[in-house]
């Protein structure tokens, strides 16, 4: 069992910038790969950002290459998101994942444990 909540969202200027934290407990931290995930209305949950336990592989979506970086502290039982040049079409709840697999893949299948989710909102 893995347990993830989400922390650092809010309302922000688009061209500002947020950290996303993401606090896992249950399973071994470093033995699995983490990922965010993001869901506006109307629209399907969508993959963000990706990164293994070791932290040598990391994966983008092209949407936010550049301008988001993904970061993980084991000893913490953490994984970051920091979100800079924030456009409005960045709007949505972001979610993280934990892969038990530690496959560093874009498809929600693959991501067995989820958190609750926090909310982002770029405003223009």
């Known amino acids: 069992q893995v347990q993830l909540v989400e922390s650092g969202g809010g309302l922000v200027q688009a061209g500002g910038s947020l950290r996303l934290s993401c606090a896992a407990s249950g399973r071994t931290f470093s033995t699995y790969a983490m990922g965010w995930f993001r869901q506006a209305p109307g629209k399907a949950r969508e993959f963000v950002a990706a990164?293994?336990?070791?932290?040598?592989?990391?994966a983008y979506a092209d949407s936010v290459k550049g301008r988001f970086t993904i970061s993980r502290d084991n000893a913490k039982t953490t994984v970051y998101l920091q979100m800079n040049s924030l456009k409005p079409e960045d709007t949505a709840v972001y979610y993280c994942?934990?892969?038990?697999?530690?496959?560093?893949?874009?498809?929600?299948?693959?991501?067995?444990?989820w958190g609750q989710g926090t909310q982002v909102t770029v405003s223009s």
């Open positions: 994942a934990a892969d038990l697999s530690n496959s560093v893949v874009t498809g929600r299948d693959a991501y067995d444990y």
């Open positions: 990164i293994s336990w070791s932290s040598i592989r990391k």
